[in-house]
């Protein structure tokens, strides 16, 4: 609920007339702000379809025992359309995302196991909890950080400012500074160099803890669903990564069209994630600090563990011999 003014520009920048479906998570103290936000949305949004998801939950048990999987679950059911995009709240698609991804359904249509990667990258300033994030942040809370969006090219709108964002140092790939193995594989200095729209084919993974954003395909009984064990912060969106993976569904990076994490105070679900020293990313299901991060490096394990015992040990995109193997 605290995220919910980005949520007009996000339309504005994905098309007022293509479907986006909302999942709001809230508790019952939450319901009278719902209620207010929800008539100014559907006017900036008419093709938004709402879904609410109320918990009555503590406020604690609200953040850290957030069910991320079963929404994303519950918003997959109530999707009209063949494939879908995956996304959190906090990232603003570039403009005419929508268009590009029509313009590559050729390749989706190749094979149901086609899907479309979208490179993620991320606005510097949102600050954190070391000295120097702190000193970079640009926003401490909901409001000023809400100042910030109407500011002229603060988040950029298109590729062409995306690659001035970079140069400046003011964006970077998305968790380059805490997980920069989270999103290597799109080997964003190689894509922003290429000339060519449509997409590149990933023939290897650099890593085992790639975890991109991706547009695959709606087909209830074929798709695979998130897995709702996983809650709160961490391994919530690789479990589905790695599943597709070794299901062996073919990944294609999109060329000149991205999203892009808007900053914002960090949430208390990844800072209980971090507390102690855990890093976020770590994919091979060692580490911990938290009670939730070590659950969930458990239970990531054992999934990855069932994959291969079911699926087989090697999936039809391997491992890379060299990094960036995938031009």
Same mark, same amino acid.
């Given at each position: ?43 900036? #949004? ?7 998801? #109320? ?16 929404? @994303? ?12 995009? =995956? ?17 590559? @359904? ?58 001035? #964002?970079?140069?400046?140092?003011? #964006? ?21 160099? @290429? ?27 074929? +798709? ?15 479990? =589905?990564?790695?599943?597709? @993976? ?5 990944f294609n990076i999109l060329n000149k069209a991205f999203i892009i994490h808007f900053p914002h105070p960090e949430s208390k679900s990844k800072n209980e994630w971090l507390q102690n020293g855990g890093n ?36 039809? +995109? ?10």
């Amino acid at each position: 609920m605290n995220r919910f003014w980005i949520l007009a520009e996000s339309c504005n920048r994905w098309g007022t007339n293509n479907d986006f479906v909302l999942v709001i998570y809230y508790t019952q103290n939450e319901f009278s702000e719902l209620q207010s936000q929800l008539p100014g949305l559907t006017k900036a #949004c008419p093709k938004v379809s709402v879904v609410p998801f #109320c918990e009555d939950r503590t406020d604690k048990d609200h953040f850290l025992e957030y069910p991320v999987n079963t929404l @994303r679950n519950v918003g997959i059911d109530h999707l009209q359309t063949s494939h879908y995009l =995956m996304v959190d709240v906090d990232f603003l698609p570039s403009h005419y995302l929508h268009e590009v991804i029509i313009h590559s @359904r050729s390749k989706l249509a190749e094979d149901d196991k086609q899907l479309l990667i979208v490179p993620a990258f991320q606005r510097q300033g949102g600050g954190g909890e070391t000295e120097l994030e702190k000193s970079s942040s640009v926003c401490t809370d909901a409001e000023s950080c809400k100042e910030k969006l109407n500011e002229k090219d603060f988040i950029p709108y298109g590729y062409k400012s995306l690659v001035g #964002c970079l140069h400046s140092r003011k #964006c970077i790939p998305f968790q380059y500074d805490n997980n920069p193995l989270g999103h290597s594989t799109t080997d964003s200095e190689h894509w922003v160099a @290429r000339d060519s729209d449509g997409n590149t084919e990933v023939k290897c993974f650099d890593n085992n803890r790639y975890e991109p954003y991706m547009v695959v395909r709606h087909c209830p009984g074929f +798709t695979p669903y998130y897995d709702e064990r996983f809650y709160g912060y961490g391994k919530n969106k690789i479990e =589905m990564v790695a599943h597709l @993976r070794h299901l062996d569904y073919k990944f294609n990076i999109l060329n000149k069209a991205f999203i892009i994490h808007f900053p914002h105070p960090e949430s208390k679900s990844k800072n209980e994630w971090l507390q102690n020293g855990g890093n976020g990313g770590n994919g091979s299901g060692g580490g911990g600090g938290s009670k939730m991060h070590e659950e969930m490096d458990k239970l990531y394990g054992k999934f990855v563990r069932d994959l291969k015992k079911y699926h087989g040990q090697t999936p039809l +995109t391997p491992l890379c011999t060299t990094p960036h193997n995938h031009k």
